[in-house]
Each structure stands twice: as C-alpha cells, then as structure tokens.
T-cell receptor, first 116, second 114 residues
Framework: NAGVMQNPRHLVRRRGQEARLRCSPM?????VYWYRQLPEEGLKFMVY????????ESGMPKERFSAEFPKEGPSILRIQQVVRGDSAAYFC??????????????FGAGSRLTVL | AQSVTQLGSHVSVSEGALVLLRCNYS??????LFWYVQYPNQGLQLLLK??????LVKGINGFEAEFKKSETSFHLTKPSAHMSDAAEYFC????????????FGAGTRLAVHP
C-alpha cells in the first residue's frame, strides 16, 4: 500500500520559469492538503482540496500559485514565474474522506524547489 | 484563530536523559492535538495524537504526551533519549468537527549527544 507519492523530489528552476509539483494521495484518500516549509521554519498550510474542488485556499499566495485535484490523476501545485523566495520544501498530505478533525494526515516525502 | 507555540527551537540532551519538548496552543475550543517527527530530508511521521478520552497518550518510539486543558499545553516527553531520536518535532492542532487541516508550530530540533 503505497503512501503519499510526490514528484519530483527535487526541482531546480530559474527565476521566471514555472514549477509543477505533483501529489498522488494514499489509496482510499480523497482529500489533499499542500504545505510549504521554508528553511528553518515550520509547515505553513497552503490549500485543501477534494476531487475537483478547492475547499480552503486561505494559505495560498494571491498571485502565481494555483492548485488542482482533477477527477483523474494527481493533485498539482503550480507556481508560475518563480522567484527566489519560492525556494522551499512543498509537502503534500492526504486523509480519508471522513470529516472530523481527528483524522491523521499522511505526508509525502516532499518536493524541494530551488530557484536560481 | 488557532495557533501553536513551541518553546525552544533547539533542545539538546544526553543519551539516556529525559526528553521534554514543550507545546502550548491557543484556541477558542479545545482542539485535537498532534505531534509529528521529521527526519532529515523526509516527510512528517505521526508520533501520537489526542482527540478525546485519557489525557495521557502514548505514541511510537517510547514517546508520550499529556493534554492539560488548564495550561493549554501538550508537552512531549520520553524518559530516556536515544541517538536515533535526533530529529525535528512539530506540534500541531486541528479543529474538532472540522476538516483535517493542521496548524503547526515552528518546530523543535532535538539533538542527542553521547
């Protein structure tokens, strides 16, 4: 039973390029969460998605960032026109469909974006 | 709004010594509480969680934590540190009855020396 799969694990982009990070949730999980971890900081919530729906994007920067979770395929976090400040580790987590606040999030190993 | 404060960004202990990592939360209602561990270049792994019931919860690798409502705390302890415990530890909260969005503290990096 594969866990949360993220790819790529490492991504290097030059300023102004686009970054696409992919996340496949655990089998049976239909909820996906994206977090960003800046160097020497904790994880900051970015967005929560269900299939074909963005439920909470309160942590997403207003510009350049977008996320989707299509009916088929992985969730994608897209960063357009990257800047050096976007360099971070981006973690995806998934949970079962039951809503209770008590469900454990299962995290992927993260995608580490470096912007040159 | 919920928030989490972890006192001490770095904690260093000797092998075999007590580990105490502090976590205090701010919430209008008692939240659900979690401790996660992160090893270098890896994702987060759940150590333990508190939702309801017994306020002392036991987790993996010999860790435990006690929910103290009066102190709004959920400190993580382990009686005897092992070298393999060196990692970063995150306390997190979520809202009961809500979806499973976690709010994390800034983390505490634990070093264990011989």
């Amino acid at each position: 039973n594969a866990g949360v799969m993220q790819n790529p694990r490492h991504l290097v982009r030059r300023r102004g390029q686009e970054a696409r990070l992919r996340c496949s949730p655990m089998k049976g999980h239909s909820h996906v969460y994206w977090y960003r971890q800046l160097p020497e900081e904790g994880l900051k919530f970015m967005v929560y998605l269900q299939k074909e729906n963005i439920i909470d994007e309160s942590g997403m920067p207003k510009e350049r960032f977008s996320a989707e979770f299509p009916k088929e395929g992985p969730s994608i976090l897209r960063i357009q026109q990257v800047v050096r400040g976007d360099s971070a580790a981006y973690f995806c987590a998934s949970s079962p469909p039951q809503l209770s606040g008590a469900n454990v999030l299962t995290f992927g190993a993260g995608s580490r974006l470096t912007v040159l | 709004a919920q928030s989490v404060t972890q006192l001490g960004s770095h904690v260093s202990v000797s092998e075999g010594a007590l580990v105490l990592l502090r976590c205090n939360y701010s919430s209008s209602v008692p939240p659900y509480l979690f401790w996660y561990v992160q090893y270098p270049n890896q994702g987060l792994q759940l150590l333990l969680k508190y939702t309801t019931g017994a306020t002392l919860v036991k987790g993996i690798n010999g860790f435990e934590a006690e929910f103290k409502k009066s102190e709004t705390s959920f400190h993580l302890t382990k009686p005897s540190a092992h070298m393999s415990d060196a990692a970063e530890y995150f306390c997190a909260v979520s809202e009961p009855g809500g979806y499973n969005k976690l709010i994390f503290g800034a983390g505490t990096r634990l070093a264990v020396h011989p």
